[in-house]
């Protein structure tokens, strides 16, 4: 089944790891999304990406760095972490629809990152 | 850059009644207008969409219409039941540039 999945769902780290937060999908979408999250909360874009080898900033400063080798896959990697990095962590994706470029997302479960 | 506003924040109704989420847009050349639900601990997902050139979608209890004129839209959902409870967010795209800007959001609570 076509779906976006990230890995971990959970992860609990201390101060000054590296980690990388996984995002594959299987929709064969060209575009790709980062959102930061806090429970409930509204939703800041923070890295995406319009194809392979294609990676931009969004609205939120981050200290994160995203990549785009394969189309099916959108990891961030977070050299340094740090407690104001505690949240929840958005992939989607999302497909050109016709010529109005209309883009109904699709996301993944999340993963739920604390760093203590 | 686009700027999207949401209203309100929180909402709380009893079972039954309908809720009503407004959201406002500030460049006319947005043509692209989701909903997305989110329940706790859950994934946002789309629930109705409306594009620039309909005035009004309906999907069984739920609802958007669209005001070009004025740049807002709006949620309308009647007859509201328990599973309704969640947050609601909506977004504004230009058609070609794929990134929405998101509303704040809108917590509805339905009370049984």
């Known amino acids: 089944e076509a779906d976006i999945y990230q890995t971990p769902r959970y992860l609990v780290i201390g101060t000054g790891k590296k980690i990388t937060l996984e995002c594959s999908q299987t929709?064969?979408?060209?575009?790709m999304y980062w959102y930061q999250q806090d429970p409930g909360m509204e939703l800041h874009l923070i890295h995406y990406s319009y194809g392979v080898n294609s990676t931009e900033k969004g609205d939120l400063s981050s200290e994160s760095t995203v990549s785009r080798i394969r189309t099916e896959h959108f990891p961030l990697t977070l050299e340094s972490a740090r407690p104001s990095h505690t949240s929840q962590y958005l992939c989607?994706?999302?497909?050109?629809?016709?010529?109005?470029?209309?883009?109904?997302?699709?996301f993944g479960p999340g993963t739920r990152l604390t760093v203590l | 850059g686009e700027n999207v506003e949401q209203h309100p924040s929180t909402l709380s109704v009893q079972e039954g009644d309908s809720a009503v989420i407004k959201c406002t847009y500030s460049d006319s050349a947005s043509n692209y207008f989701p909903w997305y639900k989110q329940e706790l601990g859950k994934r946002p997902q789309l629930i109705i969409d409306?594009?620039?050139?309909?005035g009004e979608k309906k999907d069984q209890r739920i609802a958007v219409t669209l005001n070009k004129t004025a740049k807002h839209f709006s949620l309308h959902i009647t007859e509201t039941q328990p599973e309704d409870s969640a947050v609601y967010f909506c977004a504004a795209s230009m058609g070609g540039s794929y990134i929405p800007t998101f509303g704040r959001g809108t917590s509805l609570i339905v009370h049984p």
């Open positions: 989607a994706s999302s497909e050109y629809e016709g010529r109005g470029g209309y883009n109904e997302q699709f």
């Open positions: 929709m064969g979408h060209d575009k």
């Open positions: 409306i594009r620039s050139n309909v």
